[in-house]
């Protein structure tokens, strides 16, 4: 059986994080950006079916969690994404998958002993 360990302490800005995550339209821009490097409102809005002004909030309210950042390229501002929140943010992740996968083992191995017991 795995050595025990310590619940995932949240990062002190996980929840923001994983509320931004959580909004369809703000998974498939950060795809895009993913997919496609640093690309202007105007070429995120391309074939969306969203409006500029709503892939600004959703690029905003990505922002605010770290997740995207800006830069001005002439008259455009183009987006791209923060690659070390996101490493953070899978880490955070993987740890709570960790804990699940030893809760798993303690409870196959509890089973398999119990088992055992009324057998004899």
Do not use: C
Not at 49 to 59: D, E, F, M, P, S
């Amino acid at each position: 059986m795995s050595s025990k360990r310590s619940a995932a302490a949240p990062e002190p800005d996980a929840v923001p994080l994983f509320a931004a995550l959580g909004d369809a339209t703000r998974l498939r821009l950060l795809g895009r950006l993913s997919a496609g490097g640093p690309l202007s409102i105007t070429r995120l809005s391309e074939g969306t079916g969203v409006t500029r002004q709503a892939i600004t909030r959703h690029l905003h309210a990505l922002g605010d969690a770290g997740l995207v950042r800006h830069a001005r390229r002439g008259r455009e501002r183009v987006w791209d994404l923060n690659r070390k929140r996101l490493e953070r943010a899978k880490r955070y992740l993987d740890q709570i998958a960790a804990q699940w996968d030893d809760a798993a083992e303690r409870l196959r191995a509890f089973v398999e002993d119990t088992g055992k017991g009324e057998a004899r």
